[in-house]
């Protein structure tokens, strides 16, 4: 192991398959004199930890150079694509099974995640992914996982938002490039969600979309179409020996609230939190050798 890596901290394997990702440094203002993995380790121990920037050791660097490189990475997309990529390999290597799950959880944000400015920020809804509920404010995260339990999409809504309107958005924002030539793959051979999910709309964009529901019917539903007869046609297919995989992406939820930027939001800025997501979803991650 490097000298650079500590408990929690990018290991070496990890670096060689990330770093050809990275964009060179810049050619102009103050040269940063710390090494970028030093400052991913930073950014790593912060989204572990939960604390605020300013309490990032300096052994990492200076906190206002890491959360420089965090926010900066951010806007260039560079975490979003070592996250995609990093799909990209394990579907490459038959690590990625495309039987997915989809779920919700709420996040709890704390007092410092509120009062983010008002100004347009790119890429940042008006409310910030942040909702009033009995406890406070909160987020919501949809996500899309594999029997693996690897995370393949999240959106974030405020913590008020329904979870079935969310199910077209999470499945559309799975995009896993090729490591060669073609189209990114998008489309999941079948998708397993629970009783909040059943909507006709749902069925339909499934359906639409050439994807396998295994989503079990409410008990309102199953009275609504035996109370028309024949109208009301047939009720829909359902798998239970598959459902029993379901359980995957709470087992994912359960993954990414090991770190503690994930279990409680302490970014003001959406896009900051989804960055934390997917530096989690980094560091989660154990190339094969």
């Known amino acids: 192991m490097s000298s650079l890596s ?3 901290d990018l290991t070496d394997k990890q670096w060689e398959r990330l770093r050809r990702w990275i964009p060179a440094p810049a050619t ?22 939960g604390a605020p920037w300013r309490d990032v050791p300096e052994a990492y660097g200076p906190w206002p150079t890491v959360y420089r490189l965090f926010a900066t990475w951010q806007q260039l997309g560079i975490w979003a694509l070592m996250a995609k990529m990093i799909l990209a390999l394990l579907d490459a290597a038959g690590r990625l099974d495309w039987t997915v799950s989809v779920d919700s959880t709420t996040v709890r944000a704390h007092q410092a995640a509120a009062g983010a400015r008002h100004r347009p920020v790119p890429g940042e809804p008006d409310d910030h992914a942040l909702g ?36 077209g958005p999470v499945l559309d924002a799975i ?26 709309a749902n069925r339909a964009y ?26 009301g046609g047939r009720p829909p297919r ?26 409680t939001r302490y970014d003001k800025l959406a896009i900051r939190y989804e960055a934390a997501i997917q530096v989690a979803m980094i560091l989660d991650w154990k190339p094969s050798s």
């Not at 909160?138 to 999409?153: G, N, P, R, Y």
């Not at 090729?178 to 009783?195: E, I, S």
């Open 6 to 8: 500590g408990r929690g």
């Open 28 to 49: 102009t203002g103050r040269p940063i004199t710390r090494s970028r993995r030093q400052l991913c380790n930073g950014v790593a121990w912060r989204v572990r930890v």
């Open 132 to 167: 009033r509920s009995r406890g406070g404010w909160t987020t919501k995260l949809h996500l899309a996982a594999d029997t693996t339990q690897t995370v393949m999409s999240v959106v974030l809504t405020a913590g008020q938002m329904a979870d079935s309107p969310q199910l």
């Open 175 to 200: 995009s896993v490039p090729r490591t060669g030539a073609g189209r990114p793959r998008t489309r999941p051979a079948r998708v397993l969600a629970d009783k909040g999910y059943p909507s006709r």
């Open 206 to 231: 499934l359906r639409r979309r050439g994807i396998q529901a295994v989503i079990p019917d409410r008990k309102d539903q199953r009275h609504n179409r035996k109370a028309k007869g024949r109208l």
């Open 238 to 263: 359902f798998d239970r020996e598959a459902y029993k995989q379901r359980n995957t992406v709470e087992r994912a939820i359960g993954r990414l609230k090991r770190y503690r930027a994930i279990a």
